[in-house]
């Protein structure tokens, strides 16, 4: 609905920076639409992308085709709810083709971890501290122009 997206927009107001909602089902179709840019993923996500079974092309010319669009991945760390245990950003990235592995860059687990889902965030209406920006994300999104 147009107020869970809102709501959803009002985490983001104090990092002052762009945030854009889109519909597209795959990233290679949100590459299309919003490049350049770098998506922020977790690690479940991550293996997701690199899951052949999602791309008809192939997941080396569907990176291509991000890699184009002038986009990337910051993949961080998630906690698997079905172990409870950590996954770190490289183990997720194993099946990232070597000529592509230049597309994701990883946050180590010291500079982010939050063993809390996106969803249970918003639930408790948590929002980052207004320090996150600049410690983590500035350190390790690419700039786009």
């Known amino acids: 609905s147009r107020e ?3 709501h959803r927009l009002d985490q ?10 889109t519909r597209s089902p795959l990233y290679v ?3 299309a639409v919003v490049g ?13 992308i690199l899951d052949p079974k999602y791309y008809s092309d192939g997941v080396e010319a569907t990176l291509d085709i991000i890699r184009a669009a002038g986009c990337g991945f910051v993949v961080a760390g998630r ?6 245990s950590y996954v770190a950003a490289d183990a997720s990235l194993a099946a990232a083709p070597p000529n ?6 990883t946050l180590a687990e010291s500079d982010f971890r939050l063993d809390i ?9 948590l929002r980052h501290d207004a320090d996150f920006p600049a410690t983590v994300a500035d350190r390790y999104c690419r700039r786009k122009t």
């Open 79 to 84: 906690l698997d709810p079905a172990t409870g």
């Open 12 to 21: 983001f107001a104090r990092a002052e920076e762009a945030v854009v909602l």
């Open 29 to 31: 179709d949100k590459a």
């Open 100 to 105: 592509h592995r230049d597309m994701f860059v």
């Open 36 to 48: 350049p840019c770098d998506f922020v993923v977790g690690a479940d996500t991550a293996s997701r």
């Open 117 to 125: 889902s996106s969803t249970e965030l918003r639930k408790r209406n």
């Open 4 to 6: 869970a997206a809102v």
